[in-house]
């Protein structure tokens, strides 16, 4: 069963391609997503990575976090499965 790992603390000039290649090395990746603004299009400075075995996700954030990438030291953990927040309720 694919795992999805949180991946902060990154560089805003960090590309996904970087991302998948930094976590190919622990095994097969599925996926890379690195969060943006949805106005500007700027790195948010987080991402998320998926990997396809447990093990590797397991050794990829062992290796990892806390590693310097991009001039910054990452922060890699195992994502957390939360709700999306309901925006219909916000007050500005």
């Not at 590309?15 to 996926?31: H, I, N, P, R």
């Amino acid at each position: 069963m694919a795992k999805k790992i949180y991946v902060g603390n990154m560089n805003y000039a960090t590309t996904e391609d970087e991302l998948s290649a930094l976590f190919s090395q622990y095994g097969d990746v599925t996926s890379v997503n690195i969060i943006k603004d949805k106005y500007t299009g700027q790195a948010k400075g987080f991402g998320f990575v998926e990997m396809a075995q447990d093990d590797a996700a397991v050794a990829a954030i062992s290796a990892l976090d806390g590693k310097d990438f991009g001039g910054r030291k990452l922060r890699v953990n195992e994502a957390e499965n939360r709700p999306r927040r309901d925006r219909d309720n916000y007050r500005y």
